[in-house]
């Protein structure tokens, strides 16, 4: 397979150690903070939480995974390193590349940090634009790979967002009336 991007952004990792550790970050330990990010923004929000929006939160983590298991079944793309024969930058599996795990993760974040706090989304969006290129970068992935993976995000947080939850719920949820 063919990526001009993928061969692109390695290269440069390549040609230079401060990006190659820049894209190192980005497709590994990026993910991480974004998670950390979305757990302080779900402790300031606290009091607002409501049964619904953490029904669609694992709603479209749900639907996210039972496609990612199905289409990781019926598409087939191995790794670039595999593919082509060069040790990536940082440990990276030997299954097949679609889709990117990592990606799909950040991308799950950017839509409940939608949900949760709109002015936050900016920063999730660059943390999600960060962790693709990483990913292309260290050799883990092809563009097909990361883009469907937000494909295959935005597919889950579209189904849980026009799920009618049920409008009989608690306003707020009940073990936190105490904060």
Do not use: K
Request: glycine fraction near 6%.
């Amino acid at each position: 397979m063919t990526d001009s991007l993928q061969q692109s952004l390695h290269a440069a990792t390549l040609g230079s150690p401060a990006f190659g550790g820049v894209a190192v970050f980005c497709a590994n330990a990026l993910l991480l903070v974004l998670v950390a990010l979305l757990a302080a923004l779900l402790l300031r929000h606290l009091r607002t939480l409501t049964p619904a929006l953490l029904a669609r939160m694992a709603f479209s983590l749900l639907v996210a995974t039972l496609l990612t298991l199905l289409l990781g079944r019926l598409i087939a793309d191995p790794r670039p390193y595999l593919a082509e024969q060069y040790a990536p930058l940082a440990h990276v599996a030997a299954d097949n590349g679609f889709p990117s795990d990592h990606t799909l993760i950040a991308a799950l974040l950017l839509g409940w940090a939608w949900w949760l706090d709109r002015r936050w989304w900016p920063v999730f969006a660059a943390g999600l634009l960060a962790v693709m290129l990483g990913r292309l970068a260290i050799g883990a992935h092809h563009s097909l790979d990361v883009l469907g993976s937000v494909a295959i995000a935005g597919v889950g947080l579209l189904i849980a967002a026009r799920v009618p939850w049920p409008t009989n719920w608690p306003m707020r949820l009940p073990f936190l009336h105490r904060f």
